[in-house]
């Protein structure tokens, strides 16, 4: 459980810590990082369940997220944990590995476009 809490700090961390200073591919790129952490944990036998709950607990830990924040977390929260666990569990080492990246990848490439999609929208 200390490695699953060590996961959702880095994957709380990478999304809140979005500034006005930090740029689409750097937040992205956090953003791709704490996906794989998730899909990690999901490659590494840890139930959707467990993943989920100790994610969205420590959520609750951030004393400094308003409401609309703290909404828009669990949305990408159970998003990204939801799409991981969607990933059929590899056998091998290798075949982890690459459903790893692979998805991080993905992430990283959909942030990207609802980045640009914001940006496009009037």
Do not use: W
């Amino acid at each position: 459980m200390k490695r699953l809490t060590l996961i959702s700090i880095l994957f709380f961390s990478g999304i809140m810590s979005v500034s006005a200073e930090a740029s689409t591919y750097d937040t992205c790129s956090d953003y791709s990082e704490s996906s794989e952490m998730v899909m990690m944990a999901r490659q590494n036998g840890y139930s959707l369940r467990d993943v989920m709950s100790h994610t969205v607990n420590e959520l609750k830990n951030i004393k400094s997220l308003k409401a609309d924040e703290r909404a828009l977390a669990e949305e990408f929260i159970k998003i990204t944990v939801i799409e991981a666990y969607n990933t059929p569990l590899m056998e091998t080492q290798r075949e982890k590995e690459i459903a790893i990246t692979e998805f991080g990848n993905t992430m990283y490439s959909n942030c990207i476009e609802l980045f640009d999609a914001i940006k496009n929208d009037p």
